[in-house]
């Protein structure tokens, strides 16, 4: 079965620092992977996806994410934390045993990031 | 575009009453699901729709039903609400495709007493 985990329930940053939210998955065949982000009480937002090509893939609002195949993981990073990026973030990983062809999404149970001013 | 639209936003029912949480996209996309957010076990699949007239399972669809009339509207229908059926309800949708985005409604913050 395909899973993601994220082994931090928060991270805590000081604006200006570079940041990482970790996430790593178990998947049978290549995997399709997104960073998604929550702000209270509103929905999830796409921040950016890896399908296939370059391991370091560019996202919104300067976030990226390298893709680590013999490591599994796939960590969201930016060089330099604003306040404004607290959030709660998810990490997902598509799942083809839901969805027929396309596959659904399989979410981890999110990451509390907090930036301090 | 309004994107994924959801109503209502926040929902009280008590033990035993039913309820339909309504879905509605606007940007003709295919694939429609709901899923079901509880503290600290992320999403969770409900029930899924990959067109028109054509529902199936997720992975925790008990207690829920749907109908997928028109590509834009996903609603989802709760039988006899629980007090485990206290969650916050999103919607989603997006193309079909090889790694598509899906876009997520605002949500419905739904508590049963």
């Known amino acids: 079965a395909q899973s993601v985990a994220q082994p931090e329930d928060q991270v805590n940053v000081a604006e200006g620092n570079p940041l990482t939210v970790k996430c790593t998955y178990s998947?049978?065949?290549?995997?399709?992977l997104f960073w998604y982000v929550q702000y209270p009480n509103r929905g999830l937002q796409f921040l950016l996806k890896?399908?296939?090509?370059?391991?370091l893939v560019k996202g919104s609002y300067g976030f990226e994410a390298e893709f680590n195949k013999s490591q599994t993981s796939f960590h969201l990073k930016k060089p330099s934390a604003l306040v404004s990026d607290s959030a709660l973030y998810f990490c997902?990983?598509?799942?083809?045993?839901?969805?027929?062809?396309?596959?659904?999404?399989?979410f981890g149970k999110g990451t509390k990031l907090s930036v301090k001013p | 575009n309004a994107g994924v639209t959801q109503t209502p936003k926040f929902q009280v029912l008590k033990t035993g009453q039913s309820m339909t949480l309504q879905c509605a996209q606007d940007?003709?996309?295919?694939?429609m699901s709901w899923y079901r957010q509880d503290p600290g076990m992320g999403l969770r699949l409900i029930h899924y729709?990959?067109?028109?007239?054509?529902?199936d399972q997720g992975e925790v669809p008990n207690g829920y039903n749907v109908s997928r009339s028109t590509t834009e509207d996903f609603p989802l229908r709760l039988l006899s609400a629980a007090p485990s059926q206290t969650s916050v309800y999103f919607c989603?949708?997006?193309?079909?495709?090889?790694?598509?985005?899906?876009?997520f409604g605002p949500g419905t913050r739904l508590t049963v007493t």
């Open positions: 989603a949708s997006s193309g079909l495709g090889r790694g598509p985005v899906q876009y």
């Open positions: 998947v049978s065949g290549n995997p399709y």
């Open positions: 890896y399908i296939t090509g370059d391991n």
């Open positions: 940007m003709n996309h295919e694939y």
């Open positions: 729709s990959v067109g028109a007239g054509i529902t």
């Open positions: 997902a990983v598509r799942d083809p045993s839901y969805g027929g062809s396309q596959g659904n999404l399989i």
